[in-house]
């Protein structure tokens, strides 16, 4: 029992309620959230590895002095193995994830609040909960707790939005949940009929059904849960049909609350993602069905990119798009490609919160994000400019860049697993992505300035310039040294294959 496993959801959480109790007190809002904030990364570094049992109900076979007390008929069966408590899992990947999440949501809540002139704890208590939630997601074994977290964290997704005071937000939270009270309830559906079919939620114990031949993999309700279940995945995640109105989610919060909200997505796409190839790979159609919904992603996202005109909707759209990049590695079935997906995930989380906070600037000077309306801004803030096109190249895959790694393996992975097709389309529309930012940067930056933009704020909070070094800083070295990252990542990819 390694009790700094469930620290991970239990201090956010905690945090979250306490800061809503002292919503009122600025400064012992910003001093909770900026300490909890601080620890929320340090904590998965210094975990051990390990499982977590709540309740202490640990499999039979691991307690020999409850085992001793229970008819044979029990301890000779499968049942003696299987997890009786909700369990939590902590192994090399969900530390890199859960350090990524906690290193985004510590810049997203330092920015917010400098950039907001009165801290809200509301604010911050929906930004800590939902990381508590997307950390519940990332670590649970048990797949109706990781719905329970799932549910939570739309909440928390629509509390942000209706925080946030953008100009139609109220209709854009409410699509939101009504589109989520169709998917959730078919992903609890599809969880219902696992749990029917194995006598299980727990996701180990589930596989061990299938691989021993206790259930039939050619069940047709077997079938009809998977559909389900990827259904909600697709919902969670802003794969289409949803990516419309996720990159509305993203363009109707405030920029922080926007590079949040992106991570949550990235490691809600992960958590359901890896669930379904661990589950549903006995299915032939599961790992076309997740290149082809990547590949419509990353299609749809580019296209609808290059058609809007507020900055907020076309990064939206854009980190929509790279959710492709990470599905297509996954669902190649190598190792190699699913090391390539994952260490993609990481790269993406970081690169978009450094592209939404970057662009946020331009919102906290002028108040637009409109691009028809904005143009000349290089000579104000040039140094930021430039931690913002160093963003836009991040994303594009521009070296010596994090993503350029990663999307450099997954062309590579592509070619191993005989999809080089796969590798020409990230190529292109890697190029597309890098044409539609830099059109984005001149606008804004470069073109002449339009005589009627006003600037409301001449200062940018330093807070919010410290968060873009430091992503910047992430990507380079990330970029320079991948394998601090990947060696983790390529031990879980290979148990997952």
């Known amino acids: 029992m390694n009790p700094l496993i469930p620290i991970m959801v239990i201090l956010p959480i905690c945090c979250a309620l306490l800061l809503n109790l002292f919503h009122n007190k600025d400064k012992t809002v910003k001093i909770l959230a900026i300490v909890v904030g601080l620890v929320l990364p340090i904590i998965p570094l210094v975990a051990n590895y390990g499982l977590h049992y709540f309740g202490g109900y640990s499999p039979l076979i691991m307690d020999p002095g409850l085992a001793s007390e229970v008819p044979s008929l029990i301890t000779g069966s499968a049942l003696n193995i299987f997890h009786p408590a909700i369990t939590y899992t902590f192994a090399s990947a969900q530390k890199i994830f859960i350090f990524i999440l906690g290193i985004v949501a510590f810049f997203a809540i330092f920015t917010s609040l400098n950039e907001i002139k009165k801290p809200s ?64 309830p078919l992903l609890l559906l599809g969880i219902a009929i696992l749990l029917g079919l194995t006598g299980n939620v727990n996701i180990t114990d589930i596989i061990y059904s299938l691989k021993n031949g206790l259930v039939d993999p050619q069940n047709p309700s077997f079938l009809l849960a998977g559909g389900l279940i990827i259904f909600g995945w697709l919902y969670g995640s802003g794969l289409p049909p949803f990516h419309s109105i996720k990159s509305a989610v993203y363009s109707k919060a405030l920029p922080h609350g926007a590079a949040l909200l992106q991570a949550f997505s990235v490691f809600t796409f992960l958590a359901l993602g890896i669930i379904i190839i661990r589950i549903f790979s006995y299915l032939p159609l599961t790992q076309w069905v997740i290149i082809i919904f990547s590949l419509m992603a990353m299609i749809l996202g580019i296209t609808m990119a290059i058609m809007q005109t507020d900055f907020k909707r076309i990064i939206g759209y854009l980190a929509v798009g790279e959710l492709g990049y990470i599905g297509l590695g996954l669902g190649m079935g190598t190792a190699f490609g699913v090391t390539a997906g994952l260490f993609q995930a990481v790269n993406e989380a970081i690169i978009t919160a450094f592209l939404f906070i970057g662009f946020g600037t331009i919102l906290y000077k002028t108040g637009i994000s409109d691009t028809r309306k904005l143009g000349g801004l290089l000579s104000d803030n040039p140094w930021v400019a430039g931690l913002v096109l160093m963003a836009g190249f991040a994303m594009a895959g521009i070296p010596p860049l994090n993503a350029f790694q990663s999307k450099l393996q997954l062309v590579q992975a592509s070619i191993d697993a005989g999809f080089p097709e796969l590798g020409i389309i990230m190529v292109i529309l890697s190029i597309i992505t890098f044409m539609t930012f830099v059109k984005v940067f001149y606008t804004i930056y470069l073109r002449p300035r339009p005589q009627d933009l006003k600037i409301i704020n001449e200062t940018i909070p330093k807070s919010t310039i410290i968060s873009l070094v430091a992503f910047l800083v992430i990507c380079l070295v990330l970029g320079l040294f991948p394998q601090l990252v990947t060696d983790n990542l390529s031990q879980f990819a290979q148990g997952l294959i």
Do not use: P, W
């Open 121 to 184: 704890g509301v604010y911050a208590f929906l930004m800590f909960m939902g990381t508590a939630s997307i950390s519940a997601i990332l670590l649970s074994d048990d797949i109706f707790n990781l719905y329970v977290f799932f549910e939570i964290a739309a909440l928390t997704q629509v509390g942000i939005i209706l925080c946030s005071g953008v100009e139609r937000n109220y209709e854009t939270a409410l699509k939101y949940m009504l589109l989520g009270n169709i998917a959730a």
